[in-house]
Structures are given as structure tokens and as C-alpha cells.
């Protein structure tokens, strides 16, 4: 059953409509029927896509967060065959809030690893809502050590509101296995892809998103923190995060224009929950097309192109 967003009611009651008819038309004449749910169905794509074209930066937040969008998983099973998921920090434990393996995505090997936010009850509480705790973090650094060791490509999958600021990650030191996260990033030298699928929060994001390519999806946001905490540390109230999505720039659009990201992956018209598997088809294109421009290069180019994409990010012109 299709999950509709506040700002959705006009397309909801068009599509309600037409839900409707169908049930009168296995009853009545089904030829009149027909040429009305035409007509409305027709009717609510057009509303759906002037919705769609027009979105705010909260809208966008809405639709980032929306609980049938495609996660991590999904795009797993969509885009990498024969994955095989390792669990583990060698440390502590698991995290089930980060998935990460090995497969293979167009023929060649990679090494993806992704926050997974859950897609029902059961599920979200077993995956921590996508908030990793630092042996995610800890397991992440391992994979991605591992795969530099054998030369074989980082893809991550971004989708979390933040680490997990619980007492028992920060006795964990979960600064620092981001922290650490985040270095090994940096010091691969195999290219690595990051796509943005949802909701890139804080450091939970950077720690496995500082690549030689960053990525977003078209309603997917990328911030420092959410919306709803800017508002409560700027002014006291949560009431105002429709203000501060508009004011902190978090959306794909001001990402590119700000140099923070290397493009947009297009989402079909709904968002990518209206259609899950355009949405991974989309995604696997721009991750090939990321991989092809880095291929040729040698470990030291490698480093230095993405090193400087980040020393880059914030200077001026003179």
C-alpha cells in the first residue's frame, strides 16, 4: 500500500479516485469507467509531476526520508551479484547498521559498504535506523583496507541521519572510528564511488562518503545535521526545521553548485519510492560511469585526485 507524503494530498485523492473506480468498474460498465480512469490517472501524473518540480529543500527532506524509498539493501540485490556480506570490527562486534561485503557489479569485483536503515519495524530496530555505532565504523575500515590490499574498487551507499549518539558508542570512542573511517577514505588507492541515497547526516555520512566520487540522488539531502537539530540549536524550537532546510542549502542542487558533490542521479518522477527499480537502474549507470572515468589511473593519482577534490571544497578566488 503506497505511503503518500503530506504535500502529496492532491495526487492521494486522484489516485484514491481511481482505486475507486476500478473496484465499480468489475461491477458496472466497465467502458465508461475505463475512459474516466484515463482521464484521472492522466490528471494525477501531470499534478504529480509539477509537484515534483517544485520542491522545496524540506519537501526534499520529506521525500529522503520516505519509508518505501529504496535502501541499501535494495540496491545490492539490484546491482551486485554473488555479494558476500562480512561481519565484524575484529574489536567488538557487529554493527548490522552498516552492510559490507564483497560482489561483483557489472562483471568486476567490488567491495560495497552502505548504511541500511531498515524497511519495517523489525527490521529498523535490528539495523538501528541506519545509525552506526563505532564497529560499524571499526568494520568498514576493515573492508575497505582489505579491498585496497587487493586492488579492488570501494562503492559506498550513504543513508543515515548520523552515528548513533548513544552512551555506549561514545564510550566506544565513536568520534574516533569515524575519525578513522574518514582517513581511510582518504588514503585508498583504489578509486572510490559514494552515492548519496537518502539522508547524508554529519560525520556518520563523511566516514565512509569522502571518495573520488560523491554522488547524490535528486530529492536526497547532504548536511552537517538535520534540519529538525539546526532548528533546535538556532532557535530552540523544532517547529521551525522547514526554515532551516531552506537556509542550510542541503539539497543535491546546492551540493553540485557548491562543488560538494560530482552530480545528480535522476530519480523518476515521484520519487525513487514511486519506482524502486528505475531508481537502482539509474544509480548502477552513474556508478559504472564514475568507475570508467577513474580507471587507468595508478594508486598515487588515484590519492592525489581525490585529495585535492576535498582541499578544493571552500576555496575562493581571488
Not at 589511473?297 to 576555496?315: I, S
Request: with cysteine; net charge negative.
Amino acid at each position: 500500500m503506497r505511503s503518500y507524503l503530506d504535500f502529496e494530498k492532491p495526487v492521494a485523492e486522484l489516485e484514491a479516485k481511481v482505486e475507486e473506480l476500478r473496484a465499480m468498474g468489475e461491477t458496472g460498465n466497465a467502458v465508461a469507467v475505463g475512459d474516466e480512469i484515463n482521464r484521472l490517472e492522466s490528471k494525477a501524473a501531470q499534478a504529480l509531476k509539477e509537484l515534483y518540480a517544485e520542491l522545496t529543500p524540506w519537501q526534499k527532506t520529506q521525500v529522503a526520508r520516505h519509508p518505501q524509498r529504496p535502501h541499501c539493501l535494495d540496491y545490492i540485490a539490484g546491482l551486485v551479484s554473488n555479494f558476500i556480506s562480512l561481519a565484524g570490527d575484529r574489536k567488538f562486534g557487529d554493527d548490522a547498521a552498516i552492510i559490507g561485503g564483497f560482489g561483483r557489479f557489472r562483471g568486476e569485483s567490488v567491495c560495497v559498504i552502505g548504511h541500511e536503515k531498515g524497511a519495517d519495524t523489525e527490521s529498523r530496530l535490528k539495523h538501528n535506523f541506519g545509525m552506526a555505532r563505532p564497529e560499524g565504523y571499526r568494520k568498514a575500515v576493515r573492508l575497505m583496507e582489505m579491498a585496497d590490499r587487493f586492488g579492488i574498487p570501494v562503492v559506498s551507499l550513504v543513508d543515515t541521519a548520523g552515528a548513533y549518539p548513544g552512551i555506549g558508542a561514545e564510550e566506544r570512542g565513536q568520534a574516533e572510528a569515524i575519525a578513522r573511517s574518514t582517513e581511510t577514505c582518504l588514503s585508498l588507492g583504489v578509486p572510490n564511488v559514494a552515492v548519496i541515497l537518502g539522508e547524508g547526516g554529519s560525520g556518520g555520512a563523511i566516514a565512509i562518503a569522502t571518495a573520488n566520487r560523491v554522488l547524490m540522488l535528486e530529492h536526497a539531502i547532504y548536511s552537517v545535521i538535520s534540519p529538525e537539530g539546526a532548528a533546535s540549536i538556532l532557535w530552540r524550537d523544532t517547529a521551525k526545521a522547514q526554515e532551516a532546510a531552506t537556509s542550510m542549502k542541503i539539497i543535491a542542487q546546492d551540493m553540485v553548485r557548491f562543488g560538494v558533490i560530482d552530480g545528480v542521479v535522476a530519480e523518476p518522477t515521484g520519487g525513487a519510492h514511486r519506482d524502486p527499480q528505475a531508481a537502482i537502474a539509474a544509480t548502477g549507470e552513474a556508478i559504472a560511469n564514475a568507475l570508467k572515468e577513474l580507471q587507468g589511473l595508478d594508486r598515487e593519482a588515484v590519492r592525489n585526485q581525490r585529495r585535492e577534490k576535498f582541499l578544493t571544497m571552500g576555496r575562493t578566488v581571488s
